[in-house]
């Protein structure tokens, strides 16, 4: 038995994590009957969930309390990256519309929408409304309520407040800081049983006969999310970059979408992006703020589900849509996907903001939602795997390309 859990151990994490995947879908089509089995997902991304306010109040609050004046980070190019993306990405799924134009069968998901009508925001303006009140959001309550805005916000000031402090109560920061990371590490060793339990419900409460109606949906939806992982965004890393940049979007994918797909929580996935940062050798004084600020703006899926859905009421209903408009929901998509909450089905809620540019009713609009819902087992997974692994990749396209400015101005 030692042996095999030393076996184990010395197994890549990829590989074991495929273990799981294989298991749960095993499982989950043999015993789904069983559904304790479920239970190890939940207690695997509950923990994530747990630690990961905790590991960013406390890895922000560290690195800029031991930062000096005059020293540089890649934050402006990184939060460029990200704006830059999510409304390349709007744009790429008004084009798929135009080439793959779909209409929808309202009426069927008018049920499923019903219960989401009251949380979806009216408008921009409320999205920013929001968005601002996190900012000033209660501490305590903002870690409890895992509130990334307000998180962040606390501990930029308290880390600049302890920027003047001694430097035993820094060393005390950072000792807080490296523990939390410590069990961050015991957490992610256990992700192939959580991916296991995690699989093996999606397997044994979803049955793929509820998507073959909206099969095109579907389709249209991933193939855009795909195109964005695998074409945009290598295209945006090559131009920063100046090289070939598919071997760190495949390890992007593979390392932080994979669990990202799975776990389908933007803020689930931090500690693992934080982790990847750390093993690509990054900057922790910009990925430490980048990456959870990530979750929280970086909304490429986000903005392609806004953009898909809302332009298939748009072709539904007949109503006529000028290049000029489908712009100016771009725009919007990626402003409102700012807005998406790290969760299951964050995006979806937005839908009903880009809607009313074309004079779309809320009842209508939360039928869409409801469109979404039903595609939202495989649509949310993808979305976040999209969302989490470009996290990843803007913070290091953002360093590698000012390393590569650094060198040539040695030459």
Known sequence: MKRLISDWNRTSLLKRIAIGVVLGVILGVVLPEITVIGLLGELFVGGLKAIAPLLVFALVANALSQTREG????????????????????????????????????????????????????????????????????PIHALGEANYIGILVWAVVFGFAMRTASQHTKDLLNTMAETTSQIVRWIINLAPLGILGLVFTAISENGVGVLSKYGLLLLVLVGTMAFVALVVNPL????????????????????????????????????????????????????????????????????????????????????????????????????????????????????????????????????VVGAGFIVGVVQDSCETALNSSTDVLFTAVAEFSAWGKKKATAK
């Open 71 to 138: 020293q540089k980070s890649n934050m402006t190019t990184v939060i460029s990256l990200y704006i830059f993306g999510t409304f390349a990405a709007a744009l790429t799924a008004v084009l798929s519309h135009y080439i793959f134009p779909i209409k929808l069968t309202l009426s069927e998901a008018a049920k499923t929408a019903v219960t989401s009508a009251s949380q979806s925001p009216k408008g921009v303006g409320e999205v920013f409304n929001s968005l601002l009140l996190k900012m000033v959001d209660n």
């Open 236 to 367: 945006i890393a090559l131009v920063m970059m100046k090289r070939n940049p598919y071997p760190l979007v495949f390890r992007c994918i593979r390392e932080s979408g994979v669990t990202a797909f799975f776990t389908r929580s933007s803020a689930a996935n931090i500690p693992v992006n934080l982790k990847l940062c750390e093993d690509l050798g990054l900057n922790p004084d910009t990925y430490s703020i980048s990456i959870p600020l990530g979750s929280t703006i970086n909304m490429a899926g986000a903005a392609v589900t806004i953009n898909v859905l809302t332009l298939a009421a748009v072709t539904t209903l007949n109503i006529q849509v000028d290049f000029a408009t489908a712009l100016i929901l771009s725009v919007v998509a990626a402003v409102s996907a700012c807005g998406a909450s790290g969760v299951a089905g964050g995006s979806l809620l937005l839908i009903p903001v880009a809607c009313s540019l074309f004079g779309i009713d809320n009842d209508t609009a939360m039928q």
